[in-house]
């Protein structure tokens, strides 16, 4: 090949710009229309690809979920409108306590102690305990303590303890000492409920 004759040259010139342009193309990554840059460019979109197909999969299985999802919300929901029946307001726990005084008197108990102690935060609720102790016959005080379970507000008996009273008359053999306990929703729990119910 004679490099003095013009057409060799122009053929040179030609292939060394063909290489030149072919490298750029094949290994220059500063190039944004370059085979690097559309590699990356490729990689990143499978990738995105990819993810967004993972994601369409979950939203369609959250899809399929959903009737299960709001049969699930709608027995929460009951339960906790059930929960609110039974938890009275804070300021319904006199009435409710006079009530469990009602039942006494009813069920032919004497009360010896009520003494209502401060309430006990719990979280989302609070404890409103009261010390208890009546005289009565085994009978009268079994029912007195049957009529705290029947009430309509949730009413917890703990800490029970019944003594045999062997010197006092039949009506008066049996004395029960015990805590009883309301519970009333805390005010941001309720509110919380007043939110849910608007939404």
């Known amino acids: 090949m004679d490099l003095k004759d013009p057409k060799n040259q122009q053929m040179l010139i030609v292939g060394i710009l063909m290489a030149a342009v072919l490298y750029f193309y094949f290994f220059?990554?500063?190039?944004?229309?370059?085979?690097?840059?559309?590699?990356?460019?490729?990689?990143?979109?499978m990738a995105q690809h990819a993810k967004l197909t993972l994601d369409l999969a979950k939203a369609r299985q959250m899809v399929n979920d959903l009737p299960k999802l709001k049969k699930e919300y709608e027995e929460l929901h009951a339960s906790w409108l059930l929960a609110r029946q039974l938890l009275p307001e804070e300021k319904e726990v006199?009435?409710?306590?006079?009530?469990?005084?009602?039942?006494?008197?009813?069920?032919g108990v004497r009360f010896a102690l009520f003494k209502p102690n401060p309430p006990v935060d719990k979280g989302y609720y609070m404890e409103h305990?009261?010390?208890?102790?009546?005289?009565?016959g085994f009978h009268e005080v079994a029912t007195f303590l049957g009529e705290i379970a029947n009430l309509s507000r949730i009413v917890n008996v703990s800490r029970l303890s019944l003594v045999s009273l062997?010197?006092?008359?039949?009506?008066?053999?049996?004395?029960?000492?015990?805590?009883?306990?309301?519970?009333?929703?805390?005010?941001?729990?309720?509110?919380?409920a007043k939110r849910a119910r608007s939404e």
Not at 129 to 136: C, D, I, Q, R, W
């Open 94 to 107: 006199a009435s409710l306590l006079s009530k469990v005084t009602i039942a006494g008197q009813q069920s």
């Open 166 to 192: 062997e010197e006092e008359p039949v009506e008066e053999s049996v004395q029960a000492n015990f805590t009883a306990s309301a519970y009333t929703l805390k005010r941001s729990s309720q509110n919380e």
């Open 28 to 45: 220059a990554t500063f190039l944004p229309f370059g085979f690097r840059a559309q590699l990356d460019q490729r990689g990143m979109l």
């Open 129 to 136: 305990p009261v010390e208890v102790s009546v005289t009565g």
